[in-house]
């Protein structure tokens, strides 16, 4: 369960549902440590870090990152310490601090490190680039750009594909940089909405450098719609700076009263609001009812109700970001 949990939780992370990674995770890791799998308790605790760095919260990143890593150097698996660079290089990322990302990084390609795994390496190719692009390491982004293209050929997955479009972006010329950020704009990103984010913000900061501000501003508040979706609040800053820099001006996002729940939280006061009692709950997942009960109460209390009824217009956002 723990195993299924965690691999559900990374999926929903790639897709952009985020709140269910979230939960997911945290039940992974919950089920994990009760079976008592240091493993799928690191994994599971590496989607909290992520997601947390993601979404700014760089203090619980970094908390849940040193708590990973504790764990997977008692299980020696090679793959969750590249799972944990990769979380740790997404999180440098959107704070800015691209060398440091790049650091993380390339320990996924050194054959002699600990963290080297070229399944994964797939999964840091927009990462990888964009902090080499930006850290002064842009060979190193053509070489593994070059060298992704060569094992995809001749037509690799969309996913991949749009990645590459991404990375090419980033280092190609003036002259041929618009044709791969449209054309990574294809049909397919909107499967990854973070990652069309990314391309919708490079692409209107690239149309901005280009003294083009007024065709820059529809992908930037695309860019920053799609972030404030997903909680990225790092690059929704970005997408804001770019746009006053556009000369528009763009408010600061508003925070939902449900997002100060916690995923367990969320997750059963969604399942209270559809109606179920907190037997049914309970059965769900694997908690007493008086525990169900218990985090109602809290529910109630951090939201501002006093019943269920209240739930439901509450929580009318809480849906999947992805959408």
Request: glycine share 8%; aromatic share 8%; with cysteine.
């Amino acid at each position: 369960m723990a195993r299924a949990l965690f691999a559900q939780a990374w999926a929903e992370m790639e897709v952009g549902d985020w709140i269910g990674a979230r939960r997911e995770a945290e039940e992974a890791a919950r089920f994990a440590e009760e079976t008592g799998s240091a493993v799928w308790t690191a994994a599971a605790t590496i989607v909290k870090a992520q997601l947390a760095g993601m979404q700014g919260r760089l203090e619980q990143a970094e908390t849940y990152a040193t708590e990973a890593e504790r764990l997977v150097l008692s299980t020696g698996a090679s793959f969750l310490l590249a799972m944990l660079q990769l979380g740790r290089g997404i999180t440098a990322i959107g704070a800015g601090r691209h060398l440091e990302a790049f650091e993380h990084l390339r320990r996924l390609f050194a054959p002699a490190d600990p963290a080297f795994n070229s399944g994964l390496q797939f999964f840091a190719l927009a990462d990888f680039v964009d902090a080499a692009v930006y850290s002064d390491h842009s060979a190193d982004a053509r070489r593994f750009i070059d060298e992704v293209e060569r094992i995809s050929a001749p037509d690799p997955v969309p996913w991949v594909a749009t990645m590459l479009c991404y990375g090419k972006a980033l280092i190609a010329t003036n002259e041929e940089a618009e044709q791969y950020f449209l054309k990574g704009l294809g049909p397919a990103a909107k499967n990854w909405p973070f990652l069309r984010g990314r391309l919708l913000l490079g692409y209107g900061a690239w149309l901005r450098r280009q003294r083009r501000s007024a065709d820059a501003r529809a992908p930037l508040r695309q860019a920053r719609d799609a972030f404030d979706a997903l909680g990225a609040a790092p690059w929704s800053d970005r997408a804001r700076e770019e746009l006053r820099a556009s000369g528009e001006a763009s408010l600061r996002r508003t925070a939902q009263v449900w997002e100060s729940l916690t995923p367990q939280e969320l997750h059963i006061a969604q399942l209270a609001a559809q109606g179920h009692s907190n037997k049914i709950i309970g059965a769900r997942l694997y908690l007493s009812h008086r525990t169900v009960g218990y985090h109602l109460q809290r529910v109630f209390s951090k939201i501002g109700i006093t019943s269920r009824s209240g739930l439901s217009s509450v929580l009318a956002t809480a849906g999947s970001t992805a959408q």
